[in-house]
């Protein structure tokens, strides 16, 4: 079985992206969740290094990220073999 996993400096890299755009756009977590669809807590994770966005996620993070001139994010998808 194949399975993705997100390693550390994936977590550590997002964590950084999502608390600047959230400081760019002046929101807070619960602001930048509801325009994600998600909840404040998922945000929460991700910036505290718990879990990292689904591919769907970080692909809106990007949108809002380019409407606001920042660089996208990047998340390099490794996979596992069990």
């Known amino acids: 079985m194949i399975k993705l996993y997100k390693n550390f400096e994936n977590k550590k890299v997002v ?4 608390q ?3 400081w760019v756009l002046g929101l807070t977590q619960e602001g930048l969740a509801r325009k994600l669809n998600v ?3 998922t945000v929460n994770r991700w910036e505290n290094k718990v879990n990292v ?3 769907l996620a970080v ?3 990007n949108e809002i990220r380019k ?3 920042l660089a996208p994010i990047e998340i ?3 996979r ?3």
């Open 15 to 18: 964590s950084e992206k999502v």
């Open 39 to 41: 909840t404040w807590g």
């Open 20 to 22: 600047e755009l959230r």
């Open 67 to 69: 409407e606001n001139g």
């Open 53 to 55: 966005p689904s591919r």
């Open 59 to 61: 692909e809106k993070l």
């Open 76 to 78: 390099f998808w490794t």
């Open 80 to 82: 596992q073999l069990k």
